[in-house]
């Protein structure tokens, strides 16, 4: 459940969730089915959604190129951009998270630089730049400042480099994924306060965590896509999509890509949406 939205420093709330996600590491370890990828041309299912969708600006795919991936928590999707041909930079603030990320690739012999940053210093961290930066899904809701999210992304660029991201659609996390039918629980604009939350459960595996509580700010799309504008990046795409790689709800069923909503309300509500941008 969600408390009151509340004020609070960066720093103190980048904190509260990175322990959090540092106890989330082995449960997902359990519940990511990292075992398929002991089949060498396994990749994950969110990487070949996003490689399918890359695909109209870089008809090549990502074979040969320098990647950046922001977020990669333990490196599923690193891992698999790095088998389809990358050269693969992890980013992640959690320690456990990178550790577990690196021994997988170890395991599956996949050369990876893991850098350990807060994603809005990404660029001073890595000091380097990419021909793709990429941000896979449920990423930006637990940041707090987009313009300087937006700002470490194009620093990271080299000019002509692509930028993409696919997340949970801003509408999404307005609904009341409890309801019994779709209905608006919670802010879709942000004013700048944080939505508390205290949860033991995680999206994916058995388990619990024992540092519960973590912060995470709602971001129309206005903001998302104004935010890379800002920071001088050109769009080329905005896709929405009907399905997510987790169950948002317990009325979500089983799609051929993931979960959607029940067949009569697919339609209703996006659950994604991708973005393709690119640095002149």
């Given at each position: 459940?969600?408390?009151?939205?509340?004020?609070?420093?960066?720093?103190?709330?980048?904190?509260?969730?990175?322990?959090?996600?540092?106890?989330?590491?082995?449960?997902?370890?359990?519940?990511?089915?990292?075992?398929?990828?002991?089949d060498p041309a396994h990749l994950?299912?969110?990487?070949?959604?996003?490689?399918?969708?890359?695909?109209?600006?870089?008809?090549?795919?990502?074979?040969?190129?320098?990647?950046?991936?922001?977020?990669?928590?333990?490196?599923?999707?690193?891992?698999?951009?790095?088998?389809?041909?990358?050269?693969?930079?992890?980013?992640?603030?959690?320690?456990?998270?990178?550790?577990?990320?690196?021994?997988?690739?170890?395991?599956?012999?996949?050369?990876?630089?893991?850098?350990?940053?807060?994603?809005?210093?990404?660029?001073?961290?890595?000091?380097?730049?990419f021909d793709l930066v990429y941000?896979?899904?449920?990423?930006?809701?637990?940041?707090?400042?987009?313009?300087?999210?937006?700002?470490?992304?194009?620093?990271?660029?080299?000019?002509?480099?692509?930028?993409?991201?696919?997340?949970?659609?801003?509408?999404?996390?307005?609904?009341?994924?409890?309801?019994?039918?779709?209905?608006?629980?919670?802010?879709?604009?942000?004013?700048?306060?944080?939505?508390?939350?205290?949860?033991?459960?995680?999206?994916?595996?058995?388990?619990?965590?024992?540092?519960?509580?973590?912060?995470?700010?709602?971001?129309?799309?206005?903001?998302?896509?104004?935010?890379?504008?800002?920071?001088?990046?050109?769009?080329?795409?905005?896709?929405?999509?009907?399905?997510?790689?987790?169950?948002?709800?317990?009325?979500?069923?089983?799609?051929?890509?993931?979960?959607?909503?029940?067949?009569?309300?697919?339609?209703?509500?996006?659950?994604?949406?991708?973005?393709?941008?690119?640095?002149?």
């Open positions: 459940m969600t408390n009151n939205d509340v004020r609070i420093d960066w720093d103190d709330a980048r904190e509260v969730s990175r322990a959090n996600w540092d106890d989330r590491v082995d449960v997902h370890l359990r519940g990511y089915g990292i075992e398929a990828f002991d994950s299912t969110v990487v070949v959604a996003d490689l399918a969708a890359l695909a109209r600006v870089l008809p090549g795919g990502v074979d040969g190129l320098d990647v950046c991936h922001l977020q990669c928590h333990i490196g599923t999707d690193t891992i698999s951009l790095a088998r389809a041909g990358a050269r693969v930079t992890g980013l992640d603030f959690s320690r456990p998270a990178l550790d577990a990320a690196a021994a997988l690739a170890d395991r599956h012999g996949h050369v990876v630089r893991w850098v350990q940053s807060d994603v809005l210093d990404a660029a001073d961290a890595i000091q380097d730049e941000t896979s899904i449920g990423a930006i809701c637990w940041l707090d400042d987009l313009e300087r999210w937006a700002r470490q992304v194009a620093a990271l660029l080299r000019p002509g480099g692509t930028f993409f991201i696919r997340d949970g659609h801003p509408v999404l996390y307005a609904l009341d994924e409890t309801a019994d039918s779709l209905e608006m629980r919670y802010s879709y604009f942000g004013d700048g306060r944080a939505q508390t939350w205290n949860d033991g459960g995680t999206y994916a595996g058995e388990g619990s965590v024992e540092h519960t509580r973590t912060y995470e700010w709602p971001h129309p799309l206005s903001e998302i896509v104004n935010a890379l504008i800002g920071a001088g990046l050109t769009l080329r795409r905005l896709d929405e999509g009907r399905t997510l790689p987790w169950q948002f709800s317990p009325r979500m069923v089983p799609a051929p890509s993931g979960w959607a909503w029940p067949a009569h309300e697919r339609d209703i509500v996006p659950c994604t949406f991708t973005i393709i941008a690119t640095k002149s």
